[in-house]
């Protein structure tokens, strides 16, 4: 019994080390995003601030999000019609290039772009702010620096990444369009009647909900990560790095999670 404990302890001390600090950053970061939501409620309200942002996330956002579609679109279109040939069922192209993108690959590529584009901004933007200690200036100047720098931003992303997913929808949609119709030889007529067959509202809407979800989660964790980041400006690098590590990993979790549970609400 004494060898074997000579042989565990070793192994689950930097486990019990990993697990211990993992659950205390998971509790900060619940602590964080709790504040952030109390914070919402609460008078002065940003109004101006939340526009800039949506605008920053969303607007500024729209050229990468919709070359990034098109061209998904168009290399899933051709994918697919090369499967499909085999078959000789072609015209299903536009129905699968339509279902992909709304149930799956437009929200997740949406929160994806956003993420590399805007989320990593957010945490280099606050981690600039943490280590030449303006953040600390708000707080001696009566202002809370959770709701004038993390609300906005929280809820710009989880308005604004809906939008861009349905940028993504359609402009993915034209390009598998023109790759099936203009290079595979469809014809645009069945292609089109089995896309509007086969798509349906609820397969749009579970999208969307999808996406709020992500801009919620990655504008959280990227702005707790410059949020709190220590360091210089080594420190911001590190912080932003994490911020778009963990984003990414959180809303391909998340993905899972939420297409279980729309799919049991929707087939209830």
């Given at each position: ?37 109390a ?10 601030i ?125 390009g ?45 964790v ?14 911001v ?32």
């Amino acid at each position: 019994m004494e060898r074997l404990l000579r042989i565990v302890v070793p192994v689950t001390g930097p486990v019990s080390e990993w697990a211990s600090g993992y659950a205390a950053g998971l509790g900060s970061w619940c602590a964080f995003v709790g504040e952030a939501i109390a914070w919402t409620f609460r008078r002065p309200f940003r109004l101006q601030i939340i526009l800039q942002q949506m605008e920053f996330v969303g607007v500024k956002s729209t050229g990468i999000v919709a070359l990034t579609a098109f061209f998904t679109g168009a290399v899933f279109a051709l994918q697919a019609g090369n499967i499909y040939a085999l078959f000789n069922v072609e015209i299903m192209v536009g129905a699968t290039v339509a279902l992909s993108l709304a149930r799956e690959m437009a929200p997740v590529f949406a929160a994806l772009m956003v993420t590399a584009r805007a989320c990593s901004a957010m945490a280099a933007e606050l981690g600039t702010m943490r280590v030449t200690e303006q953040i600390d200036a708000l707080t001696t100047m009566a202002i809370d620096p959770i709701q004038y720098l993390v609300v906005p931003r929280l809820w710009a992303t989880t308005l604004m990444l809906p939008l861009l997913t349905m940028v993504f929808n359609v402009v993915g949609c034209i390009g598998g369009y023109v790759v099936g119709i203009y290079l595979l030889g469809i014809h645009d007529g069945p292609y089109l009647e089995r896309l509007y067959y086969y798509l349906d509202g609820d397969d749009i809407i579970g999208g969307l909900v999808k996406s709020a979800f992500f801009g919620f989660a990655i504008a959280a964790v990227s702005c707790y990560q410059g949020f709190w980041s220590q360091g210089g400006a080594a420190g911001v690098g590190r912080a932003t790095t994490r911020a778009v590590v963990i984003s990414a990993v959180t809303v391909l979790i998340l993905d899972y999670f939420l297409t279980t549970w729309i799919l049991e609400f929707f087939t209830s």
